[in-house]
T-cell receptor, first 112, second 114 residues
Framework: DAKTTQPTSMDCAEGRAANLPCNHSTISGNEYVYWYRQIHSQGPQYIIHGLKNNETNEMASLIITEDRKSSTLILPHATLRDTAVYYCIVRVGSSNTGKLIFGQGTTLQVKP | DVKVTQSSRYLVKRTGEKVFLECVQD?????MFWYRQDPGLGLRLIYFSYDVKMKEKGDIPEGYSVSREKKERFSLILESASTNQTSMYLC?????????????FGSGTRLTVV
């Protein structure tokens, strides 16, 4: 199973872009990179996912390197409500039934 | 608004009790999952199910069992609760062929076994 490595914690100033890195050097060709976040005392929330190309949605952007060994989640204008634990996950198993394996994640603290 | 609903937000049970944690989803998802979350250990997969009456062990199934009699409902059972099962329990669901879909999580059940 491909594993991910993330920094334990990061700080970001409110209104600035938050860039959260993730290493997944053993990722295989058909595995997707998913990002979730968990705000205190809530269940994890899906943010974005990608395979090869960069992706953007209303919440964030995902930049995946050409060799797919690392990726960066970008929150373009961080707010205090973005303070959370962010999980980078590589999806294991078949495309139909792959399960998510969570690591420790990065605790992002957005400061005023 | 689609969602995953866990029956209890907080639960206190005694050691040795049989405990049922219920999870219901209204999205017609085929796949359902039970995780537990503990400080310093993150989220760990207990059991999952790809279809009605099907179940597979996750990474830490010992002391737990599950039931999926209907597509929308996935129950986690602690046959004889112990204090080391005090934890936050999270249920999730996803669609089959879900390479293009995320998981939807419930809000969690914080179980305390005394």
């Amino acid at each position: 199973d491909a594993k991910t490595t993330q920094p334990t914690s990061m700080d970001c100033a409110e209104g600035r872009a938050a860039n959260l890195p993730c290493n997944h050097s053993t990722i295989s060709g058909n595995e997707y990179v998913y990002w979730y976040r968990q705000i205190h005392s809530q269940g994890p929330q899906y943010i974005i996912h990608g395979l090869k190309n960069n992706e953007t949605n209303e919440m964030a952007s995902l930049i995946i390197t050409e060799d797919r060994k690392s990726s960066t989640l970008i929150l373009p204008h961080a707010t205090l409500r973005d303070t959370a634990v962010y999980y980078c996950i590589v999806r294991v198993g078949s495309s139909n039934t792959g399960k998510l394996i969570f690591g420790q994640g990065t605790t992002l603290q957005v400061k005023p | 608004d689609v969602k995953v609903t866990q029956s209890s937000r907080y639960l206190v049970k005694r050691t040795g009790e049989k405990v049922f944690l219920e999870c219901v989803q209204d999205m017609d998802h085929e796949n359902m999952f039970w995780y537990r979350q503990d400080p310093g250990l993150g989220l760990r997969l207990i059991y999952f199910s790809y279809d009605v009456k099907m179940k597979e062990k996750g990474d830490i199934p010992e002391g737990y069992s599950v039931s999926r009699e209907k597509k929308e409902r996935f129950s986690l059972i602690l046959e004889s609760a112990s204090t080391n099962q005090t934890s936050m329990y999270l249920c999730a669901s996803s669609r089959t062929g879900a390479a293009n879909y995320g998981y939807t999580f419930g809000s969690g059940t914080r179980l305390t076994v005394v």
